[in-house]
């Protein structure tokens, strides 16, 4: 433990040390033992303490920084995923609105051609009446004709001049 604390102790001094907090000569120290040793060497004690708490406030200073390291790290990688979806987003969207300017020019394409077969179709119908009414006129006209060779073929009987008269 001493050596993680940063004491270069020999291995001399570390058994002088064990032996003077080792009263009862057990091979471990109490803590009745410590507190004897603690009020025999208080300057002592109290290097050992500020040292081993600067090594633990150092400790966990980097224990922080790291997490906060890591913690930017990974702030980075959701700001580059972020960017990266914005980015699909944007591309996304562009495609979506081409395919909203071609939908839009399909549609005045049709447009165009559902009032030109309007057109035909109006100019068909308005044909297809004007040769009814030619037809109609015709047929008329055949059954005046008709009317009026019956008529003259009654005058005539009427007269007697039919069949050689």
Not at 53 to 66: V, Y
Request: one cysteine or more; aromatic letters at 8%.
């Amino acid at each position: 433990g001493f050596r993680v604390l940063g004491f270069e102790f020999t291995t001399a001094t570390m058994k002088d040390l064990f032996m003077k907090g080792d009263l009862n000569a057990d091979g471990r120290i109490s803590f009745s033992e410590f507190e004897r040793f603690a009020k025999m060497y208080p300057i002592m004690t109290d290097c050992l303490f500020f040292r081993s708490k600067a090594f633990w406030d150092e400790d966990n200073m980097q224990r922080e920084l790291d997490a906060e390291k890591e913690a930017a790290r990974q702030a980075d990688a959701e700001v580059q995923q972020a960017a990266h979806a914005h980015q699909q987003a944007q591309r996304a969207a562009d495609d979506a609105a081409n395919e909203i300017m071609a939908a839009e020019g399909d549609i005045k394409d049709l447009n165009n051609r559902l009032r030109d077969i309007t057109k035909d179709a109006d100019h068909a119908q308005r044909e297809k009446e004007r040769a009814q009414k030619e037809k109609y006129d015709r047929e008329n006209d055949v059954a005046q004709v008709c009317l009026l060779y019956t008529s003259d073929a009654a005058d005539e009987e009427d007269s007697g001049e039919v069949g050689g008269g």
